[in-house]
């Protein structure tokens, strides 16, 4: 239908066992040493993944959604909004390039 628009935003974060090929960069290593990020193709989002080694404090920081995204009467606009931790490993991503 035209001038009907659908935007979403996406994060999500989680452990793995190992880094699949889309999670290391142009050197072929992860972000981190335990765990990495990238940029959902096609949608706005971010994944986050790190392995079992990742320190707990790491992992608390990976996995701090922010769902009053959902409840609120203006949305989130960005993945910073939603997955700060990860939202700034998208940003070392970003320098590295």
């Known amino acids: 239908m035209a001038g009907e628009h659908n935007s979403?935003?996406?994060?999500g974060s989680g452990e793995v066992m190992l880094f699949r090929d889309?999670?290391?960069n142009q050197d072929g290593k992860?972000?981190?040493?335990?765990?990495?990020?990238r940029?959902?193709?096609?949608?706005?989002?971010?994944?986050?993944?790190f392995l079992p080694a990742e320190s707990p404090e790491e992992r608390a920081k990976l996995m701090d959604f922010r769902?009053?995204?959902?409840?609120?009467?203006?949305?989130?606009?960005d993945e910073k909004e939603i997955?700060?931790?990860?939202?700034?490993?998208?940003e070392e991503l970003d320098l590295e390039r």
């Open 39 to 49: 940029r959902y193709k096609d949608s706005w989002g971010l994944g986050v993944v």
């Open 83 to 90: 997955l700060p931790g990860g939202a700034h490993m998208l």
């Open 67 to 77: 769902l009053d995204c959902i409840t609120r009467f203006f949305p989130c606009m």
């Open 22 to 24: 889309w999670y290391l």
């Open 8 to 11: 979403s935003l996406a994060a």
């Open 30 to 37: 992860p972000l981190h040493p335990f765990s990495s990020a």
